[in-house]
């Protein structure tokens, strides 16, 4: 099966191709088990064969798509499967600082499809058991006829910056001295342009324009999608909201705060291109 470039061998179908080779993405709650054969470079998709020692503890197994060419399962195991020899439990967080984007999708998938599959189990319309689909990713309710899907939560964040400064916010539930950008979720009926308007507002009192769109990110926290931009503000003025937000302030691109997020996580990466423009522009 060909797959699109862009998307680094990860292609997310409903249906199995029957490939030779086959890939085992292992979770155990809501971390995943990497597999390394030599104590180096422990690897997220692991081959049917080197996962066939976990197929003990293995009580549910999902098609996520392929991997590579290759049809790749989630397979969902007992806490036990963590003592097999070879096998490093790893959190999503700290997977995202050593893998590729299509790696983090992979294992995004593979977490948020369990989660969604045992939260469920019954149709909200019926209460009569939900069923597996055979030919999408979908729960089916015989009784009803009603069909569940995957809830993916659309959220926009944002950094609002005004010439060489960029807003910068510490919500109520953080430590001292953490920053970032503005951050929330899209209600129902918004478009994401009109939660920007509303976030950055209720969040620190400014008003935004000329908002530019800069990419998306899965983050599985669960079933979230970030959707990064960056906007002007219209004045420099700050009202925290004093209940999400603790405080929020400008911070000039060559005096930022000591720590940040990573570039590889969205809010890092709106604060980086924010970054990098400055420079061009006042460097
Ligand atoms: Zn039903």
Known sequence: MLVPSGLGGFYAGSTKN?????????????????????GANPRLAISSDEADVLRFFCERRLCLGQWHGGDCEVWDL?????ACEGFVRSELRSLLAHSNDAEFSLASRATQLLDWQRKHQFCGQCGSPNKISATEHSLICDNCNLNHYPRISPCVIVAVTLGDKCLLARHANWPEGRLSTLAGFIEAGESAEQALHREVFEEVGVEIDNIRYIGSQAWPYPGQLMLGYI??????????DGIEIAEADWFRYDNLPSILAPPTIMAGRLIKQFIDEAVELYG
């Open 18 to 38: 029957n490939t030779e080779k086959k890939w085992v993405i292992a979770v155990v709650g809501s971390d995943v088990l990497l597999f390394s054969d030599d």
């Open 78 to 82: 007992l806490p036990e499967a963590t």
């Open 231 to 240: 906007a002007e503000a219209k004045s420099e003025t700050i009202n925290v």
